[in-house]
Each structure stands twice: as structure tokens, then as C-alpha cells.
């Protein structure tokens, strides 16, 4: 039996997407589009929201620059993209009769990539989202006479609390359907109340309910081919469409951008750990790929794939860092306040110091100037949720985790060999610097829409903060050399020392100037 090709595996099929606004949702339906250009339709979960038209915001995405490769070689793409109105916090997705009976009349393969990604979320939201979200998507793919595959995007951290994570179910510590049953009938801010006594040791809620989707499959599949795609940190772009191309979805683009923005200058982390982040692109080809896999080799069955950069890559959270200082300094965001200088700590003294000084005392300056000056006070606000981010991420950036991949290297080995150029999937190549300085290129250029034109007014900006540094900390050595001259005889006698020294350098200018 010849082996059928990913592309044309996709030809004449239609698909349906959830989570398709979404960064990796965007990132997925391009390479989906302009791989497998013989596909039929791709229909797309998109929540309504009130007073704003679904089409303009299909043309607002397809205007972004993540679609311009994709334009120039299939110009009409965007009439094989189909929205269909629902919502995965509403019973059958929200969907109406219409729309449920094209899904289970014309749908060969599922992806599911919706989920809550927003911190301020609480716990029977997420539960709802991504428990209910997934039994909706099983019950619904139970009915779809074509179905071959479905795709559920997970999480490598639904199983963190062990340090060898491996591609296969776990326990949870929880029953789903007993989860389900509390948030059915418990108030909601009960339920918030008790709700890390559920999570228990998982960093959040989103990491926890993700283990109890992935359960759902476990016990709910029933004859529907089901692969489990596991990322870890999903980063920017990195060989298609183009290098670098991200938005603020996501935890690690916004724990970047803030300090690229100099808002973020201490976390807790330890600089020694290793940081697993997989390019988007990746992670697409991998959930294309695991569809063909889960319909031509895994019949009715359940295939988990870690999708990680860890094991042959030695990026570290101080490597992390240290590019990111170096980056947002020499290619700097616009109108900065404060230079970028990222530090991890594993001190919690010195930490809580950082946060006082560096940023709490320094937003309620930045509050004071710009009233001062008529404009909006948002520093404090911003601050709030700041914490928010470094609180999420402080789990990930304290531990190391060893991740098995043998599944993801077999679909490696089983998939055509005129597709593996195409449908790359292993990162071993990637050039971690390069990589990064493509990345906070790309938050300036994608997700802050700064023009490169105006980098050289930039890089002024960085020198005067530097300077303003300087100038700053040699006035407050002063100081302390001033207040101590008076109460230490050796302070003193380094207080004229350095006045004398002063003066000198100041009478040597003119002859110097001269020459």
C-alpha cells in the first residue's frame, strides 16, 4: 500500500479549527493553507462578539504580515475560510442546528486549540473552557461521518509535578467528572475560594484542567483517532512564513515585551535552569503532521506527542536573560522610560527589595510626572498585573524537567520523505541567539507595530537613559561618601580624594580641548 503524502492527505478535505484568533491558531491555519493547498475548507470556531462584525475580523488577521507569503501564492485563500459562530463556555459549543449539521456532514479532521489563556481568569471559567470545551468537541466529533483524526493541543506542564515526563496518560489527582460536578453547582467564587486546594502542586489552573482534558480523551474517544500534541512555551516564528513573527498572546511574548518596555526588571528564576521555548511553527507542523499519523497509522486509538526544544538545546534561563538585554538594548522599543535589565534571582529578600525599589516606588514616580504633565496614570495598574505574569512564571523558571520525545521522532521517521523539508519538526538546528533576536525584533515589528525607521531615534533614547544612569548612581555614591566623610576619617579622606581629583580633571579640559 503506497504511503499517502501529508498535502495530499489534506486534498479535498475539509477541517475545522477552534481557537483560530488565537496566536498558534493563526500560525497553524497559514501553514495549513499554503502547505496543503488542495484543501476544500477550513472552518473556523469564532466567538461573536457584540457589535463587531466576523468578517472584518477575518480581514483584520488576513491582513496581518503572517498572511503576506500566503497571498502571493494563493491570492483567494480566504474564501475556503468558513467562521462558524459559537463558544466553548455554551453547551454543543454554542453552535446553531445549521452549523452543527455542515460540521458533522463535511469535517474529516479536528484541531483543538482553544483555550483560556487569560491569568485573570478564575477556576470555573478555565473548567468550563477546557473540561466541558473538550467533552463538547468529543461528543460532537462522535458524530461526524468523515472523521479520521482529531488534534487536541495541550500542555508538556499537565504533568509537572514529576521531573521525567514522558508521552503517556497520567493520573490526576482529581476525578474529571467529580471536578465538573463542583463547578456545576458550587458558586463560582466558592469554588475560587477553594480552588488551590484542587490544584494542589500545578503551577495554575490552566495546567490543571489541561490534565483533566486530556483525561476527558482518555476516557471519552471511544472510536475517534485522537493525537495529543504537548508543547512547552510556545516562542515566535522561526523558518515560515517569515523569522520572528509573533503577538502578545501568549506568556513568554508577554514576559519579553515587558521588559523590552522596561516595566520588567527583577524576577524569581534560577539562571541555571533550563528553558524549553518551541518555535510556533513547529508546533504547527507537528499537529498537522499528527493528523495524517492518527488516521493512517492509529486507528481509533490515542497517540501523545511532546513537542520540546530541551534535549538538544542548552538555552538557559540566565542565556535568556542576557539576549534579551543585549537585544532590546541595541535594537530598543520606542519611547522608553527605563533601560531593559532583566535579572533572575533565586532570592526571595532580594526580590522583594527589587520589587519595592525598582518597581512599585518607581511607578508611583512615573504616575506623579505624567499627572504632572496631563496624562494618564497607569503605572501602578500595569504593576498589578505584572506580578501576575512573574507569579505564573516563577514555577517554570525555578525547576527543570526532562521531557521524553521518542513518539514525536518516530512520526519524524514515519512521515513521507518528500515531506520532511516542508513539515519540519526537529529544532536541533535552531541557533538559540539568532533566534531571540529575531524574536524581540519581532514583538517591536508584529506585536507593538513600531516602524524600523525610527530604531536611530531609539538607540538615542537608550544612550540618555544610560547616561541618566550614570549620572544618577555617581551623585548617590557621592552622596553616601558626603554623609559618611562626616562621621569616618577614611571616608573623608576619600571624600577630598575624589573632590581633588575632580577639580583636576576639570583644570586639564581646556588643554585637553586645545590639543
Same mark, same amino acid.
Given at each position: ?37 488542495? !484543501? ?97 468537541? $468529543? ?9 479520521? %483524526?482529531?488534534?487536541?493541543?495541550? %500542555? ?35 469554588? /475560587? ?29 471511544? #472510536? ?7 508543547? #512547552? ?9 517569515? $523569522?520572528?513573527?509573533?503577538?502578545? /498572546? ?69 542565556? !535568556? /536573560?542576557?539576549?534579551?538585554? /543585549? ?124 516602524? =524600523? ?25 557621592? =552622596? ?9 576619617? =577614611? ?25
Amino acid at each position: 500500500m503506497d504511503i499517502v503524502s501529508i498535502s495530499q492527505f489534506y486534498a479535498n478535505k475539509s477541517v475545522f479549527v477552534t481557537g483560530f484568533t488565537g496566536f498558534l491558531g493563526k500560525v497553524f491555519v497559514e501553514r495549513l493553507l499554503r502547505l496543503c493547498p488542495e !484543501l476544500h475548507a477550513v472552518y473556523v470556531l469564532i466567538r461573536p462578539k457584540q457589535g463587531e462584525d466576523v468578517q472584518h475580523r477575518l480581514d483584520y488577521i488576513f491582513d496581518l504580515k503572517l498572511f503576506e507569503k500566503l497571498k502571493k501564492t494563493q491570492p483567494k485563500f480566504a474564501a475556503k475560510v468558513i467562521p462558524i459562530l459559537g463558544d466553548l463556555l455554551e453547551p454543543n459549543l454554542g453552535l446553531n442546528h445549521s452549523a452543527t449539521r455542515v460540521l458533522e456532514s463535511e469535517i474529516s479532521a479536528v484541531f483543538h486549540v482553544a483555550g483560556t489563556v487569560n491569568i485573570d481568569d478564575m477556576l470555573g471559567t478555565i473548567i468550563k473552557v477546557n473540561v466541558e470545551g473538550m467533552q463538547s468537541i $468529543l461528543t460532537l466529533c462522535s458524530r461526524m461521518v468523515k472523521l479520521q %483524526s482529531l488534534v487536541h493541543v495541550s %500542555s508538556i506542564y499537565t504533568n509537572c509535578s514529576q521531573e521525567i515526563i514522558d508521552e503517556q496518560f497520567h493520573d490526576q489527582k482529581f476525578d474529571y467528572m467529580k471536578v465538573l460536578n463542583c463547578n456545576e453547582w458550587m458558586e463560582e467564587q466558592t469554588l /475560587e475560594d477553594i480552588s488551590s486546594n484542587l490544584i494542589g502542586d500545578e503551577p495554575d489552573g490552566h495546567t490543571f484542567t489541561k490534565g483533566l482534558a486530556e483525561s476527558v480523551i482518555s476516557q471519552e474517544h471511544g #472510536s475517534v483517532s485522537v493525537a495529543i500534541v504537548r508543547p #512547552s512555551f510556545i516562542g515566535a516564528t522561526w523558518r515560515e512564513p517569515l $523569522l520572528g513573527w509573533t503577538d502578545s /498572546e501568549n506568556a513568554m511574548t508577554q514576559m519579553m515585551t515587558n521588559v523590552g518596555q522596561g516595566h520588567l526588571h527583577c524576577m524569581v528564576g534560577n539562571k541555571r535552569k533550563k528553558l524549553d521555548i518551541v518555535p510556533a511553527d513547529i508546533v504547527a507542523n507537528v499537529m498537522l503532521c499528527s493528523a495524517w499519523y492518527a488516521a493512517e497509522h492509529a486507528h481509533n486509538n490515542v497517540s501523545i506527542f511532546n513537542c520540546t526544544s530541551s534535549r538538544t538545546s542548552n538555552l538557559t534561563w540566565g542565556k !535568556l /536573560e542576557a539576549m534579551m538585554k /543585549e537585544n532590546f538594548c541595541t535594537n530598543p522599543l520606542n519611547g522608553l522610560m527605563r533601560l531593559p535589565d532583566p535579572h533572575f534571582t533565586t532570592s526571595r529578600n532580594w526580590f522583594r527589595w527589587s520589587k519595592l525599589v525598582n518597581h512599585q516606588l518607581t511607578a508611583y514616580v512615573i504616575d506623579f510626572y505624567k499627572v504632572l504633565f496631563g496624562q494618564r496614570a497607569h503605572a501602578l495598574e500595569k504593576n498589578e498585573k505584572l506580578w501576575m505574569i512573574v507569579k505564573n512564571m516563577e514555577y517554570f523558571s525555578t525547576r527543570e524537567w526532562q521531557f521524553e520525545n521518542k513518539n514525536l521522532h518516530q512520526l519524524m521517521n514515519v512521515i513521507p520523505t518528500e515531506d520532511k523539508k516542508s513539515f519540519y519538526m526537529d529544532g536541533s538546528s535552531l541557533h538559540w541567539s539568532s533566534y531571540i533576536e529575531a524574536y524581540c525584533l519581532g514583538i517591536k515589528k508584529f506585536c507593538l507595530s513600531e516602524k =524600523l525607521s525610527l530604531l536611530p531615534k531609539a538607540r538615542a533614547n537608550i544612550r540618555r537613559l544610560k547616561w541618566r544612569g550614570y549620572l544618577f548612581y555617581t551623585a548617590l555614591f557621592l =552622596l553616601l561618601c558626603k554623609l559618611l566623610s562626616k562621621r569616618v576619617q =577614611l571616608a573623608s579622606r576619600l571624600w577630598l580624594l575624589l573632590v581633588n581629583t575632580a577639580l583636576a580633571i576639570y583644570r586639564l579640559l581646556p588643554s585637553v580641548t586645545k590639543t
